[in-house]
């Protein structure tokens, strides 16, 4: 068992990709790997693979390489994968329906129990096998059901009021897919997903890649 | 105008952060921001950001601070955000759904002007004033019209097949949705959406937080 220390959020950060290629080499009976083969396989440089993974105690052998199942166990105790977590949406819209729809989150221990909204037309409505229901219910419905994190796909101009509303209520956790940065100042723990960042990185890359082209 | 060097990505995949808040500074109609007070509202440190923004010439002076406009103009001119990019969209589920509702993209100079899907449910529907074609309609599309960049939000099962399919009609940018992490040899430009790892990330500073109440 790894030794408990703090490990930087720059490092946790990246730690999901980890998860994932290490849960790949599992899938493909990989039983050992380099950090210069990993970092291949990951473009990430086998000196910030080296790095990232003795934050937490160095897992490597030298001329042995990384044990993937070792590895992938202790970065899931790290991330908690085995911890389940409640979660309901708060809008029920494209982005809150594919949410619901996702298969990945049940299976990484996210469980969607509800989904909420104000509009008549959405409220009685299932997606996913979950009846949406009206906001005004969240009160009732949180003081018999446990929940972890409010997933957040409302309108932009409802954002803070919403998350205020979802906080009161004592849900700890916020997965904002708002573009606005929300921050909370009671404790409250916020993801902000920003969609708009990874389009405007590839737009670099696509510049770029066409300057050079143009030399 | 910055000189033309070598960023690093890692710099790069930041800077649309620094976008955005620099942009909320200019509507609040703030002039000049320290790096500690740039710091302060971002979450980076103050030398975090130092180390950043010399990256591409240095536009802090000292006991001044940034002017603000100034390093938004310069940030939007490396990221390119005066290029415009056409997008199609590959699945017209939720997350196809969502994506072409996204009032954002269009702003930042993503044009959405073609969505397509194999479903006979789908094609022929009309999502935000885009008619929904069939998969067997794009070489035809290609030919009459540029594009820089696919979104695709097909089942994960398709994503190679689909990848493949639309780098050969000439594609040169992939926005992809799909769990799969996409990688292409024949030098197209990927962004790979992974929701769960922001999710993930959520999980494990819930946990953290639990287990220091708990102490």
């Known amino acids: 068992m790894v030794e408990e220390k703090k490990i930087s959020m720059a490092v946790i950060r990246r730690l999901p990709r980890y998860f ?17 083969e990993l970092s291949e396989r990951m473009h990430i440089t086998a000196s910030q ?5 003795n934050c937490f105690g160095g897992f490597g052998q030298q001329g042995y390489g990384y044990n993937v199942e070792y590895l992938y166990d202790e970065i899931s105790k790290i991330l908690g994968t085995n911890k389940r977590f409640s979660c309901i949406i708060v809008g029920a819209g494209n982005m809150g329906n594919a949410l619901a729809n996702y298969e990945n989150f049940a299976r990484r221990g996210f469980d969607i129990i509800a ?43 409802k954002i803070n009021e919403v998350a205020t509303q979802v906080t009161e209520l004592g849900i700890k ?19 902000n997903v920003h969609l708009s960042d990874s389009l405007m990185v ?7 890649s066409r300057e050079n082209h143009n030399h």
Do not use: C
């Open 20 to 36: 994932r290629y290490l849960s790949d080499l599992i899938k493909l009976d990989i039983k050992r790997i380099s950090s210069k």
């Open 202 to 208: 590839l737009g670099y890359r696509l510049k770029e």
């Open 49 to 53: 693979i080296r790095q990232d993974l």
């Open 173 to 191: 956790g916020i997965w904002n897919f708002s573009p606005t940065d929300l921050r909370l100042d009671n404790g409250t723990i916020v993801e």
């Open 115 to 157: 989904i909420f909204d104000v509009k008549k037309e959405k409220v009685g409505t299932v997606i996913n096998n979950i009846k949406v229901m009206h906001m005004d219910i969240l009160p009732e419905f949180i003081k018999t059901h446990h929940v972890d994190i409010a997933m957040l796909t409302v309108p932009n101009n």
